[in-house]
């Protein structure tokens, strides 16, 4: 049986309907699910994803297979299997990476994805460019996730690639995009609140009110 099969069998004999259907409902009924709590699921596929790490080797055909399945916790096992490929990961690879980003979008993967890509940026100058050419897709999706790709960097954090991505977007009325914003700047005010002020403090007038309350919550 391959890995594929194998993890729907999984899955399946763990599922829950009745925590499948408030799971469902919570993702406005966009997608079907199986009911698996994440640490749940984690564990579930822990061993499978330990076989691949021995060899270093990603099986995009097997990811490929779970990110069409119509489950979304089969997404989001790409998502878990990718982070822990960070250190594999390169930026070769985020072609394949923004082929998964564009298909069934919507906030759970996509806010994992910006930290698959925001790691390979870590080691990879190359993908500052792409994020500022990210910043100003027409996919808003493409352009959260280069709003939010350096969270969690503190001191690395590249501010005046993130003032120009974060620049590009205002004037946006897309919620996603907004709450983006918000979440970014938030994220770096722990480390800088003084670079966070000062960056509402001139650009104030072209935030949108959720991205100014979003990015002032620790101010």
């Given at each position: 049986?391959?890995?594929?099969?194998?993890?729907?069998?999984?899955?399946?004999q763990?599922?829950d309907?009745?925590?499948?259907?408030?799971?469902?409902?919570?993702?406005?009924?966009?997608?079907?699910?199986?009911?698996?709590?994440?640490p749940?699921?984690?564990?579930?596929?822990?061993?499978?994803?330990?076989?691949?790490?021995?060899?270093?080797?990603?099986?995009?055909?097997?990811?490929?297979?779970c990110?069409?399945?119509s489950?979304?916790?089969?997404?989001?096992?790409?998502?878990?299997?990718?982070?822990?490929?960070?250190?594999?990961?390169?930026?070769?690879?985020?072609?394949?990476?923004?082929k998964?980003?564009?298909?069934?979008?919507?906030w759970?993967?996509?806010?994992s994805?910006?930290?698959?890509?925001?790691?390979?940026?870590?080691?990879?100058?190359?993908?500052?460019?792409?994020m500022?050419?990210w910043?100003?897709?027409?996919?808003?999706?493409?352009r959260?996730?280069?709003?939010?790709?350096?969270?969690?960097?503190?001191?690395?954090?590249?501010?005046?690639?993130?003032?120009?991505?974060?620049?590009?977007n205002?004037?946006?009325?897309?919620?996603?995009i907004?709450k983006?914003?918000?979440?970014s700047?938030?994220?770096?005010?722990?480390?800088?609140?003084?670079?966070v002020r000062?960056?509402?403090?001139?650009?104030?007038?072209?935030?949108?009110?959720?991205?100014?309350?979003?990015?002032?919550?620790y101010?």
């Amino acid at each position: 049986m391959d890995k594929y099969k194998r993890i729907k069998v999984i899955f399946e004999q763990n599922s829950d309907s009745e925590k499948a259907a408030a799971m469902a409902k919570y993702m406005r009924d966009l997608f079907e699910f199986y009911g698996i709590p994440t640490p749940l699921r984690r564990r579930l596929a822990k061993d499978l994803i330990k076989e691949d790490l021995k060899g270093r080797d990603i099986d995009w055909e097997f990811l490929d297979k779970c990110y069409m399945d119509s489950h979304r916790e089969l997404q989001y096992l790409v998502c878990d299997y990718l982070s822990a490929f960070g250190g594999v990961l390169t930026y070769e690879h985020i072609p394949m990476v923004k082929k998964y980003i564009k298909i069934k979008p919507w906030w759970d993967t996509v806010d994992s994805f910006d930290m698959i890509v925001g790691n390979i940026g870590l080691t990879d100058p190359r993908v500052d460019k792409l994020m500022l050419d990210w910043s100003t897709d027409e996919d808003f999706w493409l352009r959260r996730i280069a709003i939010d790709h350096q969270l969690c960097r503190r001191e690395k954090t590249n501010t005046g690639l993130l003032e120009e991505i974060i620049v590009n977007n205002l004037g946006s009325r897309e919620f996603f995009i907004n709450k983006a914003i918000g979440w970014s700047l938030r994220d770096y005010s722990k480390t800088s609140p003084e670079w966070v002020r000062s960056f509402i403090g001139k650009y104030s007038d072209r935030m949108d009110k959720l991205s100014i309350r979003e990015a002032s919550r620790y101010l």
